[in-house]
């Protein structure tokens, strides 16, 4: 069954930790993204992929980075984990009609 | 860039009513999408609709692009309806802030 797929679904960890969030999909879709959300606050894009080897930033400044090697494959990484990190980050990809991935809910202490 | 308003931010209903969300476009976008998040965080579709009238059971959808503008609407709300629905648009989906609907039995 085509879906997207994150993990982990909740992560909390301490100040200074280097964290990937894993996001792959079975959709076939090209264009992948990275939103970041906080509790009851809208969704802003972070980074967003069109293709292998393409990655963009979004309308958010964020110090995370993005890699894009294979087509299903699209992580989110952050050097050095602050709490000013902590908030959920959900994964999505498209051809047209865009789809979302369950999220990471993130805490760092 | 693009800005997009939703209205209204908050709506309590009673079980059985009916209701109409607004979602204001700054400029044209060739997409448009409704989206509902449940308590878990999840985004569901709800209606890709770039101009024009779609239905799904007791929702319904329609886009007046030229006029930049979306209308979701839900009919014989039920309590599983609540939580926040949001519209977006654009090349790179920009959301706007949401609705929070709470259906009371």
């Known amino acids: 069954e085509a879906d997207i797929y994150q993990t982990p679904r909740y992560l909390v960890i301490g100040t200074g930790k280097k964290i990937t969030l894993e996001c792959s999909q079975t959709?076939?879709?090209?264009?992948m993204y990275w939103y970041q959300q906080d509790p009851g606050m809208e969704l802003h894009l972070i980074h967003y992929s069109y293709g292998v080897n393409s990655t963009e930033k979004g309308d958010l400044s964020s110090e995370s980075t993005v890699s894009r090697i294979r087509t299903e494959h699209f992580p989110l990484t952050l050097e050095s984990a602050r709490p000013s990190h902590t908030s959920q980050y959900l994964c999505?990809?498209?051809?047209?009609?865009?789809?979302f991935g369950p999220g990471t809910r993130l805490t760092v202490l | 860039g693009i800005q997009v308003e939703q209205s209204p931010p908050d709506l309590i209903l009673q079980e059985g009513a009916n209701s109409t969300l607004r979602c204001n476009f700054s400029d044209s976008v060739n997409n448009l999408q409704w989206f509902h998040q449940n308590p878990w965080g999840q985004l569901i579709n709800l209606f890709y609709?770039?101009?024009g009238t779609k239905q799904n059971g007791r929702l319904s959808a329609t886009t007046v692009a030229t006029e930049r503008y979306s209308l979701l609407y839900i009919s014989s709300s039920q309590t599983t309806d609540s939580g926040v629905y949001f519209c977006a648009g654009g090349g790179e989906l920009i959301f706007g802030t949401g609705t929070l609907l709470a259906v009371q039995p």
């Open positions: 959709m076939g879709h090209d264009k």
């Open positions: 999505a990809s498209s051809a047209g009609e865009q789809f």
């Open positions: 609709i770039p101009s």
